[in-house]
């Protein structure tokens, strides 16, 4: 299993952001989907999660209404697009993958990337 | 939202010993709980799901416990490696992660 998150920077406050996560090694059709945040020297944050039909998405209150998670099965690829963005989304952003037997998107998470940064300056 | 404490927030133990870490969910969580390890410059790493069910390769001397609202990962004789942040998550609803426990060498 690889995930490879690309498209973290540095942004503006306000402005927007698209993050990739490209998937190998697995059948991506098969799996939910999440990204996950890590402030720096802080803890970690859930911020969304996609099943493996795009049937069931969720959003972590703190991103809910700007942040838009989805999916392209062709391209093995999750992303994550950012809008209106805040200094407190300042994060290394990670990719994370559900277990096998998680249908939605409820689930723990067995394979992570290393993560992409984005800086939002105010 | 489901909000989940551990506890304590650092541990200090010496190689060999035994640790003892805690999270509690504000609500029943059922066994939809997880831990995992965090060294510096990686991404966490899955050990437990299911409360108490070791993830593929993890070592035998890390073992969780507990149902409901209360959990405990304990691990029985600390290894150089094991020196970490820990994380515990649930994930009966969206998930969320508790703060984190330090274990450092004392």
């Known amino acids: 299993v690889q995930l490879v998150e690309s498209g973290g920077g540095l942004v503006q406050s306000g402005r927007s952001l698209r993050l990739s996560c490209a998937a190998s090694?697995?059948?991506?059709?098969?799996?939910?989907m999440h990204w996950v945040r890590q402030s720096p020297g802080k803890g970690l944050e859930w911020v969304a999660g996609?099943?493996?039909?795009?049937?069931?998405?969720g959003y972590a209150d703190s991103v809910a209404g700007r942040f838009t998670i989805s999916r392209d099965s062709a391209k093995k690829s999750l992303y994550l697009q950012m809008s209106r963005l805040r200094p407190e989304d300042t994060a290394l952003y990670y990719c994370?993958?559900?277990?096998?037997?998680?249908?939605?998107?409820?689930?723990?998470?067995?394979?992570w990337g290393q993560g992409t940064l984005v800086t939002v300056s105010s | 939202e489901i909000v989940v404490t551990q506890s304590p927030a650092a541990l200090s133990v010496s190689p060999g010993e035994r640790a003892t870490l805690s999270c509690r969910a504000s609500?029943?969580?059922?066994?939809?709980f997880a831990w995992y390890q965090q060294t510096p410059g990686q991404p966490p790493r899955l050990l437990i799901h299911?409360?108490?069910t070791r993830a593929t390769g993890v070592p035998a001397r890390f073992s969780g416990s507990g149902s409901g609202t209360e959990f405990t990962l304990t691990i029985s004789s600390l290894q150089s490696e094991d020196f970490a942040v820990y994380y515990c998550?649930?994930?009966?609803?969206?998930?969320?992660f508790g703060p984190g426990t330090k274990v450092d060498v004392k």
């Open positions: 996609i099943s493996w039909s795009s049937t069931h998405i």
């Open positions: 299911t409360a108490s």
């Open positions: 998550q649930q994930y009966n609803d969206w998930p969320s």
């Open positions: 090694g697995f059948t991506f059709d098969d799996y939910a």
């Open positions: 609500q029943s969580v059922g066994s939809n």
């Open positions: 994370a993958k559900s277990p096998p037997g998680y249908s939605s998107s409820w689930s723990p998470f067995d394979s």
